[in-house]
């Protein structure tokens, strides 16, 4: 009951939240609109600390478009929560990450994606480094044969919180900017060597969807 009572509330923090924002999409609308209305199984990776914004901007503008979407949420306390409020936004959740119940994480998403759903994951989540690109989005893309699209956003004004991620979320009324990548398509059977360069290159372009809220590293 506690759960249901805080993953309902934030469920209404995040849509209430989103619905006031200033919506921009400064790159990619076509592409993304595209994808939405041929209902392609893609997936959609953004960095952890913009998931509040970025969960609500999908929700509304591709799963109540048709193009469903499931989403990969670690099996954490956390992650309870999370899972709670997709699933009173009618969207599907696979649990696990890279490092607790990632195999069966992997089968759970491959499943989805011939089930005709797009895929949602944060690459350097659950626990970081922060904005480092994992590799299982990589291995999932590479396997299901299905192409990466890299998603970001910038807010105006918005509060940063001190967590490992910096966790964002937009003030209401301020005005976010969303930038969508061209999608990225992984071969299959890689070798260890091109696993790295497709984590070096989905970071860099994840980055620089982002530039004006990440500092150097």
């Known amino acids: 009951m506690k759960n249901k009572l805080l993953s309902g509330f934030l469920r209404f923090v995040l849509v209430g939240i989103g619905m006031t924002c200033r919506i921009r999409v400064v790159s990619g609308d076509a592409l993304f609109r595209e994808i939405v209305r041929q209902k ?67 089968k759970g998403l491959l499943r ?39 998603i970001s956003c910038s807010f105006a004004s918005a509060w940063v919180f001190r967590s490992w991620d910096n966790f964002m979320i937009p003030k209401p009324f301020s005005r976010v900017d969303v930038r ?7 071969p299959p059977d890689l070798a260890e060597k091109e696993v790295a360069m497709y984590q070096e290159k989905l970071g860099q372009v994840m980055v620089g969807l982002c530039p004006e809220f990440i500092e150097k590293r």
Not at 69 to 91: E, N, R, W, Y
Not at 128 to 148: C, D, L, M, N, W
Not at 180 to 186: C, G, R, T, V, Y
């Open 180 to 186: 969508i990548a061209q999608p990225l398509q992984i």
């Open 40 to 106: 392609k199984s893609v997936i959609f990776s953004f960095w952890h600390n913009r998931i509040f914004f970025l969960s609500f901007f999908l929700y509304r503008y591709c799963h109540q478009k048709g193009l469903p979407l499931s989403v990969l949420i670690s099996q954490s306390k956390d992650g309870d929560f999370i899972a709670g409020v997709v699933h009173g936004m009618k969207g599907k959740t696979v649990r696990g990450s890279t490092s607790r119940g990632g195999f069966s994480a992997i």
């Open 112 to 150: 989805a994606i011939k089930d005709n759903y797009a895929i949602v994951t944060t690459p350097d989540g659950p626990r970081g480094p922060k904005y480092e690109f994992q590799v299982g989005t990589i291995h999932i893309s590479s396997v299901a044969r299905v192409p990466v699209v890299p």
